[in-house]
Antibody
Framework: EVQLVESGGGLVQPGGSLRLSCAAS????????MHWVRQAPGKGLVWVSR????????SYADSVKGRFTISRDNAKNTLYLQMNSLRAEDTAVYYC?????????WGQGTLVTVSS | QSVLTQPPSASGTPGQRVTISCSGS????????VYWYQQLPGTAPKLLIY???QRPSGVPDRFSGSKSGTSASLAISGLRSEDEADYYC????????????FGGGTKLTVL
């Protein structure tokens, strides 16, 4: 059974950092592109970032470029999102998802709250 | 402001057919596949349609997708109460502003 389990969310102050993780199981992780998509409370889905199967290519939304870094460890079947210089507008549920070129299967998400 | 434009709401009665539109541009829908997602209240999104009109296994054939030029639509026939959810379109975008783009979402109400 395909499983994507996000972790690492929580409350952080503006300007702070957080690293999200997404543990994958039930499929060959190293064969899939992976994505991060976020959803602010009561709002729609916003694509954040993607990484190709071997980690050699990444893309970001303009709103997070230069602040967020996506990476993966195929030996550990884990996807990461390093988030720096966090702002109040980054408050959202963050979903990891697999698929090319867009998400297919999604995890359940982890909530990130940026507030003082 | 979302790159892809969807109506904020739609509604129908059980058994009816409803359609949800998604409008984009030549850099996204006009040149790439369209995807559709269903998000039931309090849950993660689920892939409904990929590559414009393909259904993943397990998705009922009541759901269908189409694309023409820079617009796409999702049709739901034989509407059921359990179809009440938010629906999002998405596409890859060839511009420099960020490859993945979503619509703002359409809340479907089954009356």
């Amino acid at each position: 059974e395909v499983q994507l389990v996000e972790s690492g969310g929580g409350l952080v102050q503006p300007g702070g950092s957080l690293r999200l993780s997404c543990a994958a199981s039930g499929f060959t992780f190293s064969s899939y592109w992976m994505h991060w998509v976020r959803q602010a409370p009561g709002k729609g889905l916003v694509w954040v970032s993607r990484i190709n199967s071997d980690g050699s290519s990444t893309s970001y939304a303009d709103s997070v470029k230069g602040r967020f870094t996506i990476s993966r460890d195929n030996a550990k079947n884990t996807l990461y999102l390093q988030m720096n210089s966090l702002r109040a507008e980054d408050t959202a549920v963050y979903y990891c998802a697999r698929g090319w070129p867009l998400p297919g299967y999604w995890g359940q998400g982890t909530l990130v709250t940026v507030s003082s | 402001q979302s790159v892809l434009t969807q109506p904020p709401s739609a509604s129908g009665t059980p058994g009816q057919r409803v359609t949800i539109s998604c409008s984009g541009s030549s850099s996204n829908i006009g040149s790439n596949y369209v995807y559709w997602y269903q998000q039931l209240p309090g849950t993660a999104p689920k892939l409904l349609i990929y590559r414009n009109n393909q259904r993943p296994s397990g998705v009922p054939d009541r759901f269908s997708g189409s694309k023409s030029g820079t617009s796409a639509s999702l049709a739901i026939s034989g509407l059921r109460s359990e179809d009440e959810a938010d629906y999002y379109c998405a596409a890859w975008d060839d511009s420099l502003s960020g490859p993945g783009v979503f619509g703002g979402g359409t809340k479907l109400t089954v009356l």
